[in-house]
C-alpha cells in the first residue's frame, strides 16, 4: 500500500509540473511576441519621396540653354527656371528634348514642365499652359557685313533660314510664302546660322537673344544684326500640361519672388548685360 500511494503521489507531481512548464513556455512567448507587434504598429511610414518634375528644353539654343563640354544643360533659361524652382519649392531635373516633338511630349506625360525660348502665342494656348512671362523678345536679321539688306521686307527677294516651328518660320512664311523655295528650315538656330556663314543662305530671322550671342561670339563669320520695327514683340514663358493649374500657379509663384527679391534681375545680367531688361 505505501508503494502503491507512493507512485501515485509522485505521478501527480510530475503532472503538476510538467503542466507548470508548459505554462511558462506559453507565457514566455506571449511576452516575445506582443512587444514585436506593438514596436511594428507604432513605427512611423517612411516619408514619400519628392516628386521631381522633368523639364523638356532643345539645348541647341544659346544663350537660353545648350550643352558644356561635360554635357551639362547650361544656359538662361535654365538658371532662370531653377530659380523659380528654388522659390517655389520643387525639385526639376533638366532632359535634352529636339524642338520637333518637344511639345508632344508634355501632352503624353513624358515631361512635365518645358522651357526653351518658348514664345507665347493664343495658338499654343490652345493646347497648353503658359506661366507669366519671363523674357521680352522680337525677332532680328542675321546677315553678312556687306549686305544691302536693312528691313524686313529686302528678304524678298533672297534666301532665308530659319528654325521649323519658331515665330520666325511663320514670319519668313508670311513674307516669302510656307512654301516658297527660297525658305529653308533647320532643326535649330545655330544650323540656320552655319547654312548663312556658308553661303548657302542670304539671311537668318531668328530671336533676338540667340542672333545677338551668335554675331557677338562669332566675329569670323562676319555677320550683323538687323532689327525691324514690323517684327511683333513677343515674351517667353515656361509650359506646363493644359489644366495643370497647381504648377502652373507653383511656378507663377516662384517666378513672382525671384523678381522681387532681385534674382530675376541678375540673372538677366549675366547673360545680357547690366542694362537688360
Sequence with gaps: MRSTALSSLTRRFVLTA????????LAACSKTDTPAAATAASAPPAPAAAKVYVVGTDAVYAPFESQNDKGEIIGFD??????????????????????????????????????????ITDERKQSMDFTDPYFDARQL????????????????????????????DEAVSKLLGKTSTKLKRFESTPLA?????????????????VVAHYVANNTAAGFKAISDASFVPEQYGFVVKKGNAELLAALNKGLAAIKADGTYDQIQARYFGAAAK
Design 18 to 25: 510538467g503542466a507548470v512548464c508548459v505554462a511558462g513556455l
Design 78 to 119: 535654365i538658371d532662370m527656371l531653377q530659380a523659380v524652382a528654388d522659390k517655389a519649392g520643387i525639385q526639376v531635373k533638366f532632359v535634352n528634348t529636339p524642338w520637333e516633338g518637344m511639345f508632344n511630349t508634355l501632352g503624353q506625360g513624358d515631361r512635365d514642365i518645358l522651357v526653351s525660348a518658348i514664345t
Design 141 to 168: 536679321i542675321a546677315v553678312p557685313k556687306d549686305s544691302k539688306v536693312t528691313r524686313f521686307d529686302d528678304l524678298k527677294p533672297l534666301r532665308v533660314a530659319v528654325q521649323t516651328g519658331t515665330t520666325g
Design 193 to 209: 546660322l552655319k547654312e548663312l556663314e556658308s553661303g548657302g543662305v542670304d539671311a537668318v530671322v531668328a530671336d533676338n537673344g
